[in-house]
């Protein structure tokens, strides 16, 4: 049975850190690309991070370079969201992803909220 499972999501102060997991189970993670996702209601959901199978490239959306550090531990089947420097409008619910080929699995995500 495949599981993404999100955790570490909270409230924090503006210009806080916090660091979000992703544990993955039921499927051969080490071929997977993995990414972190987000959403805010009525809006469509934001490519934030990708990280490749290997580790060896990452990607991030615009608004959260240089903030944001997507990594991963093969030996641990979980990546991470490293997100530092929060924004208000970082708040979403963040949501892990795994591809590769023609699948795609996702986790129900957690709740990130950036507030004073």
């Known amino acids: 049975q495949v599981q993404l499972v999100e955790s570490g999501g909270g409230l924090v102060q503006p210009g806080g850190s916090l660091r979000l997991s992703c544990a993955a189970s039921g499927f051969s993670f080490t071929n997977y690309a993995m990414s972190w996702y987000r959403q805010v209601a009525e809006k469509e959901r934001e490519l934030v991070a990708t990280?490749?199978?290997?580790?060896?490239?990452?990607n991030y959306a615009d608004s959260v370079k240089g903030r944001f550090t997507i990594s991963r531990d093969n030996a641990k089947n979980t990546v991470y969201l490293h997100m530092n420097i929060l924004k208000v409008e970082d708040t979403a619910v963040y949501y892990c992803?795994?591809?590769?080929?023609?699948?795609?699995?996702w986790g129900k995500g957690t709740l990130v909220t950036v507030s004073s």
């Open positions: 992803n795994a591809k590769y080929l023609w699948k795609d699995y």
């Open positions: 990280i490749t199978a290997t580790g060896g490239n990452t």
